[in-house]
Nanobody, 123 residues
Framework: QVQLVESGGGLVQAGGSLRLSCLVSDNFRSYAMGWFRQAPGKEREFVASISRTGGSTYYGDSVKGRFTISRDNAKNTVSLQMNALKPEDTAVYHC?????????????????WGQGTQVTVSS
């Protein structure tokens, strides 16, 4: 079973930056990857996804221009650089994987999920 472990969350002031990482256990080159977030009382929300090769990336409307997803296939890692953070970005951030060459954006399209890392943005 694929294991995904997120890291890099924390507390930051509005306008600040954080970089999240997700280490994947095996066959990383075979997976498209995504980041989602979930705030208390809300549904899980799409943040960003990246194709197997890294050639295609997609972003949720609320993070476009502020967040950047990237991957390092040699290190089995997908990252999310988050800039210009806002209090409404506060949530638990999860990485997820799926098979296939494309980068989907729906929760239902992903197969395995990490436990998540908490991001808190203070105003």
């Amino acid at each position: 079973q694929v294991q995904l472990v997120e890291s890099g969350g924390g507390l930051v002031q509005a306008g600040g930056s954080l970089r999240l990482s997700c280490l994947v256990s095996d066959n990383f080159r075979s997976y498209a990857m995504g980041w989602f977030r979930q705030a208390p009382g809300k549904e899980r929300e799409f943040v960003a996804s990246i194709s197997r090769t890294g050639g295609s990336t997609y972003y949720g409307d609320s993070v476009k221009g502020r967040f950047t997803i990237s991957r390092d296939n040699a290190k089995n890692t997908v990252s999310l650089q988050m800039n210009a953070l806002k209090p409404e970005d506060t949530a638990v951030y999860h990485c997820a994987h799926t098979w296939g060459s494309n980068a989907p954006q729906r929760v239902a399209d992903f197969r395995s999920w990490g436990q998540g890392t908490q991001v808190t943005v203070s105003s």
